[in-house]
């Protein structure tokens, strides 16, 4: 199944009419204490630096009555978060900063018992590409050289990735059954440490979202060699994409935001109404421009619509590779 911006955007309009939002409810709701901003992710990921991103917007803006707080769980390839979510003591004062393990971990692991329907949504802030990276120093400058040094590696070439059975691994299992490699994948708790290491050469590739190799790419020390996106990135003007390789295949990570289960209807609108100003504002506008995220915005009612449609589509996805 392909993951693809234009799918978002068609399902977007298909359920328009079916959408509820919580503009309609009083808001006579405002935060009592500190709000727990649970990062579904290690520090310094993609996930992890769009929840600071928006922590300074409204810190800056004097948003909140009281301050988000970030709170990095990425244990168990974001089990960890979607735990501490479902058993939150104060649902009102309790968000999560998801991606799409949202989606494929309590496929991956129906142990924990998380049911994705139970969480309150609040907002799409946009969704984010993957690129494979490599060394500057591995002497790698096309897709095609990649391929053929991974396939004489005889299943020794180490990637590494945020978390196992989640986004980075699915893109890399995908290239797995795609192109007869095999590759020796390494998870972390975040996309951060993926980077690092790669720059570090403690890993011969990564799948890195492009925010979280921006710096070491800036710095010389990576290099991009394909992009799992529907067009070339405006970043990365000649970097190809798979599909220009002849493979029907995209790939993107959800940046969102949801709230724990139980939230009341008056805090859902609270979240609603500060995201969606979040958004609108030049800061969050110029930050997707500058870190290559696609602009995609839905509400409430869009988004459980959204949860359903991308369910199925890693359940196909994840039968697929697990042939």
């Known amino acids: 199944m392909t993951i693809t911006k234009r799918l978002f955007i068609s399902m977007v309009g298909a359920t328009a009419l079916a959408t509820t939002t919580f503009a309609g409810i009083a808001q006579a709701w405002d935060p009592k204490k500190p709000i727990d901003f649970v990062i579904m992710a290690g520090a310094g990921g993609g996930a992890d630096q769009i929840a600071r991103f928006i922590q300074s917007v409204a810190e800056k803006k004097d948003m909140t009555t009281r301050p988000l ?3 990095n769980k990425g244990g168990g390839s974001g089990a960890e978060a979607l735990i501490a979510l479902k058993g939150a003591s104060d649902p009102d004062h309790t968000i999560l900063v998801t991606l799409n393990s949202f989606f494929a971990t309590p496929l991956r692991q129906p142990n924990l018992g998380i049911d994705i329907k139970t969480f309150t949504p609040v907002a799409m802030m946009g969704v984010d590409p993957f690129v494979l990276w490599v060394h500057k120093d591995s002497g790698i400058t096309t897709f095609e050289k990649w391929l053929e040094t991974v396939k004489a590696a005889n299943g020794e070439y180490v990637m590494g990735g945020t978390g ?7 893109v890399v299992a995908w290239m797995e059954g795609n192109y007869g490699v095999k590759i020796k994948y390494i998870p972390y708790d975040g ?3 993926v980077a690092k290491d790669l720059a570090g050469q403690q890993i011969m590739a990564s799948v890195n979202n492009p925010a979280e190799a921006k710096g070491f790419y800036e710095s010389g020390d990576v ?3 394909i992009a799992f996106s ?3 990135l405006a970043a990365y003007p000649d970097v190809r994409t798979v599909k220009e390789l002849g493979k029907d295949f995209s790939y ?3 940046r969102a935001v949801v709230g724990a289960p139980g939230m009341s209807d008056e805090a859902a609108a609270y979240y609603q109404n500060l995201f969606k100003t979040i958004y609108d504002t030049e800061e969050w506008q110029a930050y997707m421009k500058s870190e290559s995220l696609s602009p995609l915005w839905l ?3 869009a988004q459980r619509a959204y949860w359903q449609t991308q369910v ?3 359940k196909e996805l994840f039968a697929a590779m697990d042939k």
């Open 69 to 71: 707080v970030p709170n």
């Open 164 to 170: 196992k059975g989640q986004e980075d691994s699915t």
């Open 191 to 193: 996309g951060g440490a």
């Open 223 to 225: 290099v991009p060699l």
């Open 230 to 232: 529907d067009e070339r």
């Open 252 to 254: 993107y990570n959800q």
């Open 299 to 301: 509400d409430a009612g």
């Open 312 to 314: 199925q589509n890693h």
